[in-house]
């Protein structure tokens, strides 16, 4: 049981009624937020965000709640690793408090959505232009889109399938491509009933890419996101995304739509988005922002989809 979180204001809101504004979580509140996240069915939050954010050591919330019944009615989330805070959450009052409380002298980080966007450059004298990309269809026609591009299978194996030493081979991979150790988060995340990933053994016995997917929202949704893909070559990257397809979320959901969400000016954006855009309609989905310039360690050529997962940025 969480210990019950200080209180930092309290307010009338009309048609609401009393307010109150936690430095922290109740068991409560983190279940109707990942009920709220599910039911807004934002395309950039898999299963794996809304499960993990709740119990890793990274995590920093504020929240406010209905003071009668202690039910949700907003939060910002955030998470403090590798000199970064990587944001998210509504609420202007929420987002005063939790700007308060971000560690002075080091780069704030946002994916924002479109229409909130002109609010952090105003508020917080946001900056940055790189842009989000959703490419969104049925599975079978996204197996159908890059077959021709996969003109040589190379065997790809389920993460679930690897042995303590081909997986220990994953977690070297990850880190040589996004510069950062993400070792504890991507065995919770691959630890979770509904994720599943892929890599690529190359002749040489190491990994050439690496892959995963769970589903964004409720089952009824029939959504499944694909994130991330880093991989050395399109090939590779696109024989890792149909064995996601095919063997994870098309097995287990035959009306699944999956959607892959490609950032600008990386090997994605050159290779797969042209691919994919001769088919599906491209929609910009989000855009990063960040309070001053910092210098990312991702490998951007080998990055074909990044995971943009709050529980340990990447890209």
Not at 184 to 197: C, Q
Not at 219 to 233: G, L, M, N
């Amino acid at each position: 049981m969480l210990p019950e979180p200080p209180i930092f204001k309290e307010t009338y809101v009309v048609g609401v009624g009393e307010v109150e504004f936690l430095d922290g979580p109740t068991e409560k509140l983190w279940k109707q937020w990942n009920d709220q996240i599910a039911i807004e069915a934002w395309s950039g939050d898999d299963v794996s965000m809304r499960t993990l954010t709740p119990i890793l050591p990274t995590t920093r919330c504020v929240f406010a709640r209905r003071k009668d019944t202690g039910d949700y009615l907003g939060a910002v989330t955030w998470n403090e690793y590798d000199g970064y805070t990587f944001i998210g959450g509504v609420g202007r009052v929420l987002w005063d408090r939790a700007t308060d409380r971000w560690p002075a002298g080091q780069p704030h980080i946002l994916r924002a959505v479109a229409e909130m966007e002109p609010y952090y450059r105003r508020r917080n004298g946001m900056i940055g232009e790189q842009n989000l990309i959703m490419y969104m269809d049925h599975w079978r026609k996204f197996c159908d889109y890059l077959e021709p591009e996969a003109f040589y299978y190379l065997d790809t194996t389920l993460v679930s399938e690897l042995n303590p030493k081909q997986f220990q081979k994953l977690l070297d991979f990850d880190k040589y491509m996004t510069g950062r150790d993400r070792s504890e988060f991507l065995r919770l995340h691959f630890g979770l009933e509904k994720t599943e990933g892929a890599v690529v053994f190359g002749d040489d016995g190491n990994i050439w890419g690496m892959a995963s997917v769970g589903p964004t929202d409720r089952p009824d949704d029939h959504r499944w996101k694909i994130s991330p893909i880093y991989a050395e070559t399109l090939p590779a990257a696109a024989s890792l995304a149909i064995r996601m397809e095919k063997n994870w979320a098309g097995s287990q959901d035959d009306h699944a739509h999956v959607l892959v969400q490609i950032l600008d000016l990386t090997r994605g954006d050159f290779e797969l988005g042209p691919v994919l855009a001769k088919h599906v309609k491209p929609h910009k989905v989000g855009v990063t922002l960040y309070n001053r310039n910092y210098y990312n360690p991702i490998r951007l050529h080998n990055l074909y989809v990044p995971h943009n997962n709050s529980g340990h940025f990447d890209a």
